[in-house]
């Protein structure tokens, strides 16, 4: 029915850059808000950034200026671009599908496999 593929995670050096995409397919409709949630071992999950159908972003405190969301509605797809990464950015990267008007706190929904991204030297 809804299936959410993650792609672009890896191993980068301090200060590298890289960016994450995840594609929609089946029963999407437009009017979904999409993001993403990363969870780092020993912690809980934690939404990193999120973008309704309309545009409006939302960021962690941890990521702004460093990370930006955009979307392809056309495509159904998601993106993170992460720049300056840092050792702390290092998770299990989970994209998320769900209706605009949820509070982003809330980390419900549909969601991708997870794509690992590890930042060290």
């Known amino acids: 029915q809804v299936q959410l593929v993650e792609s672009g995670g890896g191993l980068v050096q301090p200060g590298g850059s890289l960016r994450l995409s995840c594609a929609a397919s089946?029963?999407?409709?437009?009017?979904?808000?999409m993001g993403w949630y990363r969870q780092a071992p020993g912690k809980q999950r934690e939404l990193v950034a999120g973008?309704?159908?309309?545009?409006?972003?939302n960021y962690a405190d941890s990521v702004k200026g460093r990370f930006t969301i955009s979307r392809d509605n056309a495509k159904n797809t998601v993106y993170l671009q992460m720049n300056s990464l840092k050792s702390e950015d290092t998770a299990v990267y989970y994209c998320?599908?769900?209706?605009?008007?949820?509070?982003?706190?809330?980390?419900?929904?549909?969601w991708g496999q997870g794509t690992q991204v590890t930042v060290s030297s």
């Open positions: 998320n599908v769900r209706n605009d008007g949820i509070p982003w706190r809330f980390a419900t929904g549909y």
């Open positions: 089946g029963s999407i409709f437009s009017i979904n808000a």
């Open positions: 973008i309704t159908h309309g545009g409006i972003t």
